[in-house]
């Protein structure tokens, strides 16, 4: 079978994952302006509740992406018993996660999420399609998988473009059309994921198929678990130390301030597409490959991400207090691009850590990583407790970027990639801290911040350029292309 390119597949995957954040930058001031501040951070903690009972998943999704990438070229039937179990399980946890869900979920939204009173009858009516939602999302981290493991990442993103994109315009259209009330917004979401995921089981049936419940087969299952019972403690712990500081800031200061974190927050883990697309390109390959051929592929891919995500958070860092000005408005931009600031430094560490997580994951070493965010839980719990009391939401920014660092450290050490051996690392980072300091000392000129952010970004790519090999061939071979199309 043949195998395209990883930078073919990386460059699919990046588009896969702009169109959603282009998306979400149209749609976001829509929904901020027409259901406001609470109703968003209502939905934000509806998001963030979805996806921390993901760990009902028990890791199948992930263990099955890597089952099936050593099996890529093995026969149908082989690969169907897999597929088949895993989706069988993941079924069957995804309605025992529905009811978790709509038992405690409801207590946890009444009883610990300040809640204004005006918004309590239309959380009830959209709670049942939030539970609803819950066995679409195990079933389609399958599905997903399934693809990626065969490298159809065209396919994949396609279908993922098409069910990211229509959830956030079909609500939000209705909520400018119909009503602004969660009870038209949240059913309109529920309905397009479900589309989706019927559009993704049919992708999958036509590559996989023929498929039959006999397939499913017992001994698979127990290996599949097995793989992703330290997956789930990851699956458990991960979500929580990336959505801790929501749920503590909606229970200390409301879902209204919430609002100001969370949109920075999703603006900052969306500009991380070209991290998530390099892992997922990755996964797979890495997957089939000796330890010693991984390894060797995460430092390549390492240093190209070091570079080319520096290159993009220097410059955010600057503008960030002009772009939340110019975006949504300068009451809204006085709270959140501070918070904007710390985060994308906290993001670049965060990004750094996704090479080696995926590395020892598709090694068949979940169990490291699911030690580490073990050890991290406490401690991050009384960090963020501390800063967010005493700093509000830039406390809880702060904590946040704390604990990526400490979880890079501790994931370099576990996949054996000694850490004086990223030294080269010290100079994006440089430039990082050197643009939060020029954010806080230049005016609110916005030609003050442009030019400051264009200093950055430019010597940002001259070090990218100069120091990360895949960087420089990415950026001759765009050149060539462009020398190309004008000659012709």
């Given at each position: 079978m043949n195998t395209r390119p990883l930078k073919t597949n990386?460059?699919?995957n990046v588009f896969g994952a702009i169109i959603p954040l282009a998306v979400s930058l149209v749609t976001v001031p829509i929904y901020i302006h027409r259901i406001g501040n609470a109703r968003y951070g209502m939905l934000s903690i509806v998001w963030v509740l979805l996806g921390y009972f993901g760990f009902l998943d028990l890791g199948l999704s992930r263990a099955a992406a890597n089952a099936m990438s050593k099996l890529r070229d093995a026969p149908q039937p082989t690969r169907g018993r897999v597929l088949v179990t895993a989706l069988v399980l993941n079924l069957g946890l995804g309605l025992f996660g529905?009811?978790?869900l709509f038992v405690f979920g409801g207590y946890f939204l009444q009883h610990v999420i300040a809640i204004p009173d005006v918004l309590e009858p239309e959380i009830a009516q959209a709670f049942p399609w939030i539970v609803g939602l819950f066995p679409l999302a195990l079933v389609t981290g399958v599905g997903i998988g399934a693809l990626e493991s065969r490298e159809r990442f065209l396919l994949a993103n396609m279908l993922q473009m098409a069910g990211t994109s229509g959830g956030?315009?079909?609500p939000v259209i209705l909520a400018v059309t119909v009503s602004p009330s969660l009870a038209v917004v949240i059913p309109a979401a529920?309905?397009?994921r479900a589309l989706t995921v019927i559009a993704i089981l049919i992708a999958v049936y036509r590559a996989e198929g023929p498929l039959s419940l006999a397939a499913f087969d017992r001994h698979q299952a127990n290996r599949l678990l097995s793989y992703g019972g330290w997956v789930t403690v990851s699956s458990v712990i991960g979500p929580l130390l990336t959505s801790l500081d929501q749920f503590l800031i909606a229970s200390l200061a409301g879902v209204s301030a919430l609002a100001h974190y969370a949109v920075p927050m999703n603006l900052v883990m969306r500009s991380q597409l070209f991290t998530s697309a390099l892992t997922r390109t990755l996964f797979p390959r890495m997957s089939r490959s000796s330890p010693a051929d991984a390894q060797r592929l995460a430092y390549r891919s390492l240093t190209a991400l070091a570079y080319g995500y520096g290159a993009i958070c220097a410059p955010a860092i600057i503008?960030?207090?002009?772009?939340?000005r110019l975006w949504i408005g300068d009451d809204f931009a006085a709270f959140a691009?501070?918070?904007?600031e710390i985060l994308f430094l906290g993001a670049w560490i965060n990004a750094l850590a996704s090479v080696p997580f995926a590395l020892l994951q598709s090694q068949g070493r979940p169990d490291v990583t699911g030690r580490f965010h073990a050890a991290e839980l406490?401690?991050?719990?009384?960090?963020?407790?501390?800063l967010t009391s005493v700093f509000g939401i830039t406390g809880a920014a702060s904590a946040w970027g704390l604990r990526c660092a400490a979880d890079a450290l501790?994931?370099?050490w576990g996949a054996r990639m000694p850490i004086r051996g990223l030294s080269w690392a010290l100079s994006p980072l440089s430039l990082l801290v050197v643009s939060l300091i020029v954010a806080h000392l230049i005016g609110s000129s916005p030609w003050e911040a442009v030019t400051a952010s264009a200093t950055m970004g430019l010597a940002s790519a001259f070090l990218a350029y100069t120091m990360a090999q895949d960087f420089r061939i990415l950026a001759l071979t765009a050149i060539a292309r462009m020398a190309r199309l004008n000659a012709d």
């Open positions: 990386l460059a699919i529905g009811l978790c956030q315009i079909v529920a309905t397009v503008l960030a207090p002009l772009f939340f691009a501070p918070v904007a406490v401690p991050f719990i009384g960090i963020l407790w501390g501790l994931l370099f």
